[in-house]
């Protein structure tokens, strides 16, 4: 297995940009889908983007497309989180997923095998 570590968190005005990333160690031979999801105080953990093993397909939750992009590096076993014009409802607790996941199942978090252990995303107004 391989385990995704987050790092680029931080305190950012709206508007403004912010990008993290997630490096993978461990089983690094093979070369997984990888994945972040959030959390936000009080609520349910839900997507926010994904990547293919390939990076062939990406795919975006509603509430980040066009403002997100999720690039990898499979040289560098890691993938990234562009995020431009946060908005304060991006506050929350990101974390990056990694998993022999089929494309189908890109967004679910069930399918997910191995998790980082988040950083934290603040946006002021």
């Known amino acids: 297995q391989v385990q995704p570590k987050e790092s680029g968190g931080g305190l950012v005005q709206a508007g403004g940009s912010l990008m993290l990333s997630c490096a993978a160690s461990?089983?690094?031979?093979?070369?997984?889908?990888m994945a972040w999801f959030r959390r936000a105080p009080g609520e349910d953990r839900e997507f926010v983007a994904a990547?293919?093993?390939?990076?062939?397909?990406?795919i975006y939750a509603d509430s980040v497309k066009g403002r997100f992009t999720i690039p990898r590096d499979n040289n560098e076993n890691t993938a990234y989180l562009q995020m431009d014009s946060l908005k304060p409802e991006d506050k929350a607790v990101y974390y990056c997923?990694?998993?022999?996941?089929?494309?189908?199942?890109?967004?679910?978090?069930?399918?997910?095998?191995?998790w980082g252990q988040g950083t934290q995303v603040a946006v002021s107004r």
């Open positions: 990547i293919s093993s390939s990076g062939s397909t990406t």
């Open positions: 461990g089983r690094t031979t093979i070369v997984y889908a």
């Open positions: 997923a990694a998993g022999g996941v089929n494309t189908i199942h890109l967004s679910e978090g069930c399918f997910y095998d191995c």
